[in-house]
């Protein structure tokens, strides 16, 4: 038990040194840092506040429609609400981003000892907690995606055990976070029955379900179960079963792939996007590595994940494409574990600490009156 409870120490301050670092030249009202201007702004949450609720959202003058909130899931921000009377509401959303934010690194942790030596353990969790730079800047700040991924990496470490409830029961907690949780569900539907079929298309005679184990998967329900929730709440707040596929432009999704090279695209915006090319070759070697690995329980959701993502047109694709980020730890386990890129990432320390801070001073919701939302 000591031992465990060293091994959450260790995480928790591999989780939350990083972003203590990050807030520290805000926190103390730096008027630059290393050449780079930094403002004195913030960030709040507004459906923690209203719940969806009409009558509410208009008290918060953003220029947006009630409609808009419904393209954001309900589990991020009760959290915050329920935090709130401790903290109120902005250093609510703080807490629940950082407490999220350990919940996935130490998921993270556990997942990994699966590919690599357990002295190679603490390294990769800690390379993680820094690599992608977005993905630091996401912790650092308030947002969904630290819960997010912290589910979703909880649950596909269970089912990859065959613990099917409790991989359930983080995949319906990774809906109520955000709507690419479905993709959880259909890759786990994919995971389970396709090897089960394809060995009964070449044996016949062989039985491919083992009844206790089909019931066991039931549990997976459980995910789209938490899509039909988030709708009836849409239902009985915004009278709109479907208010999410009415939020405005807020899905990104397209018919096309590729889209986002359309630089016209409202969300995108400028012909600068030779990044976006390394995001998806890294996300194919990633998912071709995995099935080199046989890791087909990987392997279906990195795949269905990954060719949502190539639909997607907004210039912060690396933010849509996190989920995928520590399955593709997992496919270059080997290479991350070396020492050139232990040297490679001494180097990189800087830049990743110089780009959130820039990123984060630009990308600040212009908020004149914070009374509403304290």
């Known amino acids: 038990m000591l031992a465990k409870f060293k091994v959450i120490f260790i995480i928790s301050l591999i989780s939350l040194l990083p972003t203590l670092f990050i807030w520290l030249p805000f926190f103390i009202r730096a008027e630059s840092v290393w050449g780079i201007p930094l403002p004195k702004d913030g960030m709040a949450t507004v459906v923690a506040k209203t719940f969806y609720d009409p009558s509410l959202t208009g008290n918060y003058s953003f220029g947006l429609p009630n409609e808009y909130y419904a393209a954001h899931f309900p589990l991020y921000p ?13 250093y609510a959303m703080l807490l629940v981003t950082a407490l999220s934010s350990i919940l996935a690194i130490y998921f993270f942790y556990l997942f990994i000892q699966n590919y690599i030596e357990k002295k190679d353990a603490l390294w990769i969790t800690l390379v993680f907690s820094l690599l992608p730079a977005r993905w630091l800047i996401v912790r650092s700040v308030g947002s969904t995606e630290p819960l997010f991924l912290a589910t979703i990496i909880a649950s596909l470490y269970y089912f990859k055990q065959k613990k099917y409830l409790l991989a359930g029961v983080w995949g319906l907690l990774a809906q109520l976070t955000k709507s690419p949780g479905i993709l959880l569900f259909i890759a786990y539907i994919f995971a389970f029955f396709y090897p089960r079929l394809k060995e009964l298309g070449d044996h016949p005679a062989n039985t491919p379900f083992k009844q206790s184990e089909l019931k066991k998967f039931l549990s997976i329900l459980l995910i789209p179960f938490g899509l039909i ?30 889209q986002i090279f359309n630089y016209s695209q409202s969300w995108v915006g400028t012909f600068w996007l030779e990044e976006i090319i390394f995001v998806y070759l890294f996300g194919l070697l990633g998912l071709i590595k995995l099935v080199k690995l046989k890791d087909y329980d990987l392997a279906w ?53 110089l780009f959130s801070l820039a990123y984060i001073s630009q990308n600040v919701m212009p908020i004149s009156d914070w009374s509403p939302l304290l």
Do not use: C
């Open 78 to 90: 009760l959290l915050i609400r329920l935090l709130s009377p401790i903290t109120g509401y902005p």
């Open 229 to 258: 929730v988030v709708f009836f709440i849409y239902k009985i707040q915004l009278n709109d079963l479907f208010a999410y596929f009415h939020s405005g432009d807020n899905i990104h999704l397209f018919i096309l792939p590729f």
């Open 301 to 353: 959701f990195v795949g269905i994940f990954f060719f949502s993502i190539l639909f997607v047109s907004h210039r912060d694709i690396i933010r849509y494409a996190l989920p995928i980020v520590p399955f593709l730890f997992a496919a270059f386990a080997d290479n991350l574990t070396k020492n050139e890129f232990k040297y490679a990432m001494l180097v990189l320390i800087i830049p990743i600490y």
